[in-house]
């Protein structure tokens, strides 16, 4: 039996001029059981077809069975038997879990003597049985994506529909989700439909449907996609060139479709299935050696012609400060809320020009350390300096030097992208030609001339990242901090923002970055890995790596020493608690 039917569908937004066609004669059968993702760029239909199945929207046209129900004929049927977990779920963040728990379950309709058998599995299921009475704003990404999941499953379900269920969650809470997830599915009874911005998730499902302006551009299993492209991907070692630079240089080579850090080597993907002809002087001694597709090398490979990567300007700001000198000096950080330490004693520096990573799981103090260095929160203790400027006695001079791109979206979402633009360069002193010149900038450099006169709210969520990074530097900043920037971004829009970082930097702009991308991390010069307010971890990505190495793990990935490092340091904690 399959779960979900679709025959010529569609769903289109607005009338006349306006009307914008999110879903396009999609048809296809999602069969009963199994996990089945759903991939494709930002504004590719994958939210509007989620909530389509979730009968919170109506088709324009065509068919819709779920379940063996007709949509939306039988929405409140559906509904009773399926769950949906938008990406923005919609926890009441002043209750607590219990809270939360009681609220859902009588908007579900689930019976009171029901309750508490249900309540004790879910918190059972999610570990969340020690958080009961705290309140959900209090919980930490990771916990409150848990929390989120567990009210979708508050009643026993015959399909789950989750709206991207583990964007902005660190790769230990993403690997929890995935447990939970896998357990509703084990008995054979549910059937999970999700969309993901996460390759490597993708490539764990049992089915995938790629998305592209509406339409379905391919379907099947992970391995029949990868198979389409077998021959195409390759691996370059870096050898004397860095990797960040050697990737930058290889992405411009003829029939080169992509190129990507992967450790110490660069992963190519190419137009055709041949293999890439490396110049010589480019790795010295190196030849491109041929590997087995990835998801993503399909994903790639289907939409790159959509998408054309960047050329940015060299630019920079430098205020007289010279390459190699440090710009970010950070000793004995601390900073507490009331009786809880959020950072411990943390230090470290960052040279100019330098791509700097802030990475921890979710609840390590990163984002309290970035807020204190962007200036945003004051410390308790410590010294923290900042383009020469100690933020302690002069946060004001030091925001004046600094550009910062907020974790969640920061444009004004009722202003167009014009009026976005005006405000920035005014906020930060431009005037009369200067002003003109950074606002033309923005258009041209980020791409954003299409969007001028559209709402920054409504933009597709690649460029709502466009525009907070065009905001964030139209005063031509010295140091450049990116919390989380790509948090729910396709790859190929990753790419295209990697690709003007690195320019920025090159240029000699210093650039903070956190992420919870471990991929990502690979891009940056040198980072720091927090874990309960301390750091555990400072060096080279290959520093860190090598630093989780064990008889078991010989050559682990970024993302592998991440779960191992901070495992074993919470384990230590816990055992001289």
Known sequence: MDAVVLKDLGKTFGKGAAAREAIRDVSLKIPAGGVTALIGPDGAGKTTLLRLLAGVLAPTRGELQVLGLSLPH????????????????????????????????????????????????????????????????????????????????????????????????????????????????????????????????????????????????????????????????????????????????VAQLPGVLDAAIQAEAVRIVMRQPQAPVIPAGLATGAAAKPVPPRLEDAFVSLLADSHAQPAPQREGGTNGVRAGDTVVEVHDLCRNFGDFAAVKRVTFSVRRGEIFGLLGANGAGKSTTFRMLCGLLPSSSGTLRVAGVDLRTARAAARARIGYVSQKFSMYGSLSVRQNLAFFASAYGLRGRDRVQRIEWALEELELREYLSVNAGTLPLGYKQRLALACALMHEPEILFLDEPTSGVDPLARREFWARVNALAEAGTTCLVTTHFMEEAEYCDRLVLMSLGEVLAEGTPAEVRRAARRPDLPEPTMEDAFIALIEEHERTMRRSA
């Open 74 to 249: 039988d929405a409140l049927a559906v509904q009773a038997r399926a769950g949906y977990m938008p990406q923005r779920f919609g926890l009441y963040e002043d209750l607590t879990v219990q809270e939360n728990f009681d609220l859902f379950a009588s908007l579900r309709g689930v019976p009171y003597d029901q309750r508490s058998q249900r309540f004790d599995e879910l918190l059972a299921l999610t570990a969340l049985g020690p958080f009961r009475r705290r309140r959900a704003g209090q919980l930490s990404g990771g916990m409150k994506q848990k929390l989120g999941l567990a009210c979708a499953l508050i009643q026993p379900l015959e399909l789950l529909l989750l709206d991207e269920p583990s964007v902005g969650v660190d790769p230990v809470s993403r690997r929890e989700l995935w447990s939970i997830i896998r357990r509703q599915v084990a008995g054979g009874h549910v059937t999970v439909l999700l969309s993901t911005a996460y390759m490597d998730e993708a490539e764990r499902c049992d089915r995938v449907i790629l998305l592209h302006e509406g339409r379905v551009l391919a379907h099947g299993t992970p391995g029949e996609l990868r198979a389409r492209f077998e021959g195409h991907s390759f691996v370059l070692h870096a050898r004397q060139a860095g990797a960040r630079s050697l990737q930058a240089r």
